[in-house]
């Protein structure tokens, strides 16, 4: 397998802080969008079926498998864009796509929307990898977590604990799983925020006082470090 980052993490150690300290009830999603078969793990199972990429982050984060998808596993259309595995669609590119769902007022509305999603060149992704961050076997990009907002403040406060700074997030409404914290983190470099869209709630299981966050991998030591400090702090709500 061909490693995509020269730092070792301990997933299994990262996770349980993370979930320990933020109090987690599922894991957090390691997630790799791979670019050729040698990224891919070897006997590493092969999801089977058609779903969401959504879906998926739900299956890794509630169910604890790994596994990887390609374009034929990948119901959405929007989301396997997103991601980087297939072409925009006409009827999305257009417009029409998110119009006829009641979205917006109008087609043009629509299209301005779908100019600005973050997306992942198409064609540069081969296949997306999944992983409860714990049994990770794989050298991941995206790290995302689905939680309540208090647990996303604390997710805020540690992203800002080492320089500072203010929190900057960009989200629709719409593709909030696969472009919003997991293809424009993983094209930016920085941590993202979402409050989730109707499709991943409805498909999915995000629940209504859940949200979903995406930080690149390369932020892993520093955020469970902050982390343990943040929700330790003695101006922390307990």
Known sequence: MDQTIRTDFNYAEASAALKTALGLKTSP?????????????????????????????????????????????HECMGGAWALGLREITETLKTGHFYFKLGKYESTAACKRTIDKIPHVESGATFATLYAPLEKTSFSPHIVLIVAPPRTMLKLAQASLFKYGGRIVSEFSGIQSVCSDTTAQTYLTGKPNYSLGCDGSRKFSGIEDDEMVMGFPIEMLTDMVDAVRVVTAAPGSKK
């Open 29 to 73: 999603v390691a997630i790799k969008l791979a670019t050729s078969r040698a990224d891919i793990p070897e006997g590493m199972e092969k999801f089977e079926g058609t779903v969401r990429h959504c879906q998926m982050v739900s299956i890794a984060r509630k169910e604890g498998r790994a596994f990887y998808a390609t374009v034929d596993n």
